[in-house]
């Protein structure tokens, strides 16, 4: 699957690479702002996860995340520059530390890391989707597609790891009024 959608993105990208680009409109611009905070603020979550599990499975994917959010939010950031939008503050990187060292009322669960990183993949999904959607600048919506690509990768790797480890929240059946009694 990996390998069917970067080939459906090179060649998506190679029919717009000489495409005149009109200017930004103001929603591509505002799209395009709040990713780069989402980006920079989750990378910040994803330090604080590296530092608090021992858990190796979830270090190793919380790291394969946190590297490639650096890189599209680099790719982003000379974007936005390149258009001459401002960057939004974000919050300041976190240094290492040990678990160890951690107080037992701050540190977080695993399952509350997972839950974390599972939420904010879904909700920067859910920002690159409407950002393909409403852009006019095929340049935008390429790249937000190379995004989602990425993240839609990760979150169906991390669901895995969250379904095996119990850590998945998912909610109740529902049985709508006349359905058959019997439950699965």
């Known amino acids: 699957m990996k390998t069917v959608l970067k080939s459906m993105l090179s060649v998506l990208q190679s029919h717009t690479d000489n495409e ?3 200017l930004l409109h103001v929603g591509e611009v505002m799209n395009c702002w709040t990713a780069f905070a989402i980006f ?19 270090k190793k994917k919380t790291l394969e995340i946190f590297d490639a959010s650096v890189k599209d939010q680099n790719k982003l950031k000379h974007f936005l520059i390149k258009e001459g939008v401002p960057l939004p503050s974000t919050s300041q990187t976190k240094p290492d530390s040990s678990s160890e060292t951690i107080p037992l009322g ?14 904010k993949l879904a909700s920067v999904n859910i920002l690159c989707a409407t ?17 989602q690509t990425h993240i ?13 480890r119990g850590w998945l929240k998912s909610p109740p059946s529902y049985y709508p009024p006349g359905a058959p009694t019997s439950k699965p």
């Not at 920079?40 to 979830?58: G, I, P, R």
């Not at 701050?106 to 939420?119: F, R």
């Open 20 to 22: 005149p680009k009109p």
């Open 40 to 58: 920079k603020e989750a990378q910040v979550f994803y330090q604080m996860a590296l530092n608090t599990t021992d858990d190796e499975q979830l």
């Open 106 to 119: 701050v540190k977080l669960t695993d399952d509350e890391i997972a839950n974390g990183i599972s939420l």
């Open 131 to 147: 950002t393909v959607s409403q852009s006019i600048r095929t340049d935008v919506g390429l790249m937000f597609l190379e995004f």
């Open 152 to 164: 839609l990768m990760f979150a169906a790797d991390f669901k895995t790891i969250m379904k095996k």
